[in-house]
Nanobody, 127 residues
Framework: QVQLVESGGGLVQAGDSLRLTCAASGRAFNMYAMGWFRQAPGKERECVSV????????SYTDSLKGRFTISRDNAKNTVYLQMNSLKPEDTAVYYC????????????????????WGQGTQVTVSS
């Protein structure tokens, strides 16, 4: 089992950058594929970016490619989401998610694929 705590959200202006951090506690963080999702008011929770256990495979929502970067540090039990050139439409609660998998290179894109979730961190981008 793993517990997830997100941090790094806040209120920023369009064009600014933020780095979100997801700290995991529990055993064997390197056995979990990780993902970042977001949910804007009145909308479904959507996948932002995902990363495999060994960080060898990453995926991004097409509209975010080039602006967002996911990474992880297994020694620190942490996954990051670097967000650049933020836009008002990026405003949402951002969630970290984890799923145990025997595959080092596999990623998971669906919300239903994940077993563990953090409480979320609010990102608000003003125009």
């Amino acid at each position: 089992q793993v517990q997830l705590v997100e941090s790094g959200g806040g209120l920023v202006q369009a064009g600014d950058s933020l780095r979100l951090t997801c700290a995991a506690s529990g055993r064997a963080f390197n056995m979990y594929a990780m993902g970042w999702f977001r949910q804007a008011p009145g909308k479904e929770r959507e996948c932002v970016s995902v990363i495999s256990r060994n960080a060898g495979t990453t995926s991004y929502t097409d509209s975010l490619k080039g602006r967002f970067t996911i990474s992880r540090d297994n020694a620190k039990n942490t996954v990051y989401l670097q967000m650049n050139s933020l836009k008002p439409e990026d405003t949402a609660v951002y969630y970290c998610a984890a799923r145990a998998t025997p595959s080092e290179n596999r990623t998971f894109l669906r919300r239903s694929d994940y077993d563990y979730w953090g409480q979320g961190t609010q990102v608000t981008v003003s125009s």
